[in-house]
Nanobody, 119 residues
Framework: QVQLVESGGGLVQAGGSLRLSCAAS????????MGWFRQAPGKEREFVAS????????YYADSVKGRFTISRDNAKNVGYLQMNSLKPEDTAVYYC????????????WGQGTQVTVSS
């Protein structure tokens, strides 16, 4: 089992940047595929980005491609989401999540961190 805690959210103006962190504890972080998701008010949760266990493979939603970068430091048990050129439509609660290799769903989720982008 693994516990996840996100941090780094906040209020930023459009065009600004934020870096979210996801601190993992419990079972070895490197055992899990990691992803970031977000949920805006009144909308369903959506996929943002994911990375393989080693961090060498990364995948992005079209809406964030070229602006966001997912990464991880398995030695420190931390995952990151660097968000640049933020837009008001990026406003949401951001969640990190992990799943074991071969799983079809994400097994563990953090509590979320609020990101608000003002125009």
């Amino acid at each position: 089992q693994v516990q996840l805690v996100e941090s780094g959210g906040g209020l930023v103006q459009a065009g600004g940047s934020l870096r979210l962190s996801c601190a993992a504890s419990g079972r070895s972080f490197s055992s899990y595929v990691m992803g970031w998701f977000r949920q805006a008010p009144g909308k369903e949760r959506e996929f943002v980005a994911s990375t393989t266990r080693s961090g060498t493979g990364t995948y992005y939603a079209d809406s964030v491609k070229g602006r966001f970068t997912i990464s991880r430091d398995n030695a420190k048990n931390v995952g990151y989401l660097q968000m640049n050129s933020l837009k008001p439509e990026d406003t949401a609660v951001y969640y990190c999540a992990v799943h074991e290799i071969g799983a079809t769903e994400y097994d563990y989720w953090g509590q979320g961190t609020q990101v608000t982008v003002s125009s």
